[in-house]
């Protein structure tokens, strides 16, 4: 699936005797006409870079942000870890992994009664509904149907499933086995054996919610990275603008073949080249189309400018399921939002609002 804290420094002035050099003590001097000394001003400020690291919902998190007179190297630290705990907030509810989160429940109830669940994950699989609907249904949290049969994980296994197993499955893919329902704030899978994964959206929505904590805790230039989500805030304090680097797909993992200039916005990246295996020269990734149930073909990677990670997460998988054509179509019917495409053929394809934005530094490589 698929770049001000301020010490002062006080000085007390005062008035003392003035001992001549007989030694006799002489009262102070009279009242001066000429003016008192200028009281010392106070350096200017200058920010600093400020740099974190973290791990949650199975990727690597980077922060980054310059100091403010008000949010000095430490508090700014402080602020990275809280937003690393919203990050791990987040992945306990909607996590597959854990037995005990919502989504869990909602897997292990279908077929059988609707889950209640908190705002934040209904919210969140709402609008991998509506992603669906917009997306002629290539976006599917269903997805998870799958999951045992191809193996990109922990378990990664370089052997694709039979064809037999993968039809017996298809029945179960397909996202109007959701059932919300907003008054009763409940999830119900209508067919026993259907699962889902918010896996394709989550992330976003835990970008954007750790960015919420960066900014209300008074920092004001900053980016917030969780894999191939990132999420920027304002510009740099020189007037920069931040720059996100477009992974050449395949390159080796530090090679980039664009610069994208992003502020104020999300970026996200899939890509065939994550989670994936090369077999008899062809190669299987973790990006599945639900109409096949077989990884998606129309493309290698998929980056999406969009206003929000949440939003950028979601469109990215759909467009890189879609391909160029109706991908971008869909990319214009989005406020905000643009695309940056390379297809199977290794073409690139861009949207018309990144048109003047998008550096291309190097064409991306070609292989299998």
Request: glycine share 8%; hydrophobic share 40%; charged share 25%.
């Amino acid at each position: 699936m698929r770049v001000w804290s301020i010490a002062v420094i006080v000085l007390a002035w005062g008035c003392h005797d003035r001992m001549p050099a007989s030694g006799v003590a002489v009262g102070p001097e009279p009242p001066s006409s000429a003016p008192a000394p200028a009281a010392p001003k106070a350096p200017p400020f200058t920010a600093d870079r400020v740099a974190h690291e973290g791990t949650a919902m199975g990727t690597h998190l980077a922060f980054t942000a310059y100091t403010t007179p008000e949010v000095d190297a430490a508090k700014a630290h402080k602020l990275f870890e809280d937003a690393i705990a919203e990050i791990k907030r987040i992945e306990a509810l909607m996590t597959t992994w854990r037995s005990d989160s919502e989504v869990s429940r909602i897997n292990a109830a279908a077929g059988k009664t609707p889950i209640r669940v908190g705002a934040e994950t209904l919210s969140v699989i709402r609008e991998a509904i509506h992603t669906s609907e917009i997306s002629e249904g290539t976006f599917d949290i269903t997805f998870e149907v799958l999951h045992g049969l191809w193996k990109f994980d922990e378990d990664l296994d370089p052997h694709p499933p039979k064809d037999a197993q993968i039809k017996a499955k298809l029945p179960l893919l397909g996202y109007k086995h959701v059932k919300v329902s907003e008054t009763d704030q409940t999830v119900l899978l209508d067919k026993e054996g259907v699962k889902i994964s918010l896996g394709g959206i989550a992330k976003g929505y835990a970008v954007d919610r750790a960015s919420n904590v960066l900014r209300d805790g008074g920092l004001l230039a900053f980016f917030v990275q969780a894999g191939g989500d990132l999420y920027t805030h304002v510009k740099k304090p020189d007037g920069a603008k931040w720059q996100a680097g477009i992974r050449d797909p395949r390159g080796n993992e530090t090679a980039y073949f664009a610069m994208l200039p992003v502020s104020d916005h999300a970026f996200s990246t899939a890509g065939d080249y994550e989670r994936s295996y090369v077999t008899d020269g062809k190669r299987y990734h973790h990006i599945i189309d639900p109409r096949t149930g077989y990884p998606a073909t129309a493309s290698r990677s998929v980056t999406i400018w969009a206003p929000t990670a949440l939003l950028a997460d979601a469109i990215d998988d759909a467009v890189f399921i879609l391909g160029p054509e109706k991908g971008l179509t869909l990319v214009e019917s989005i406020d905000g939002v643009g695309a940056v495409i390379v297809d199977a053929k290794n073409n690139l394809h861009v949207s018309k609002r990144l048109y003047g934005k998008l550096r291309v530094v190097a064409m991306p490589s070609d292989g299998p």
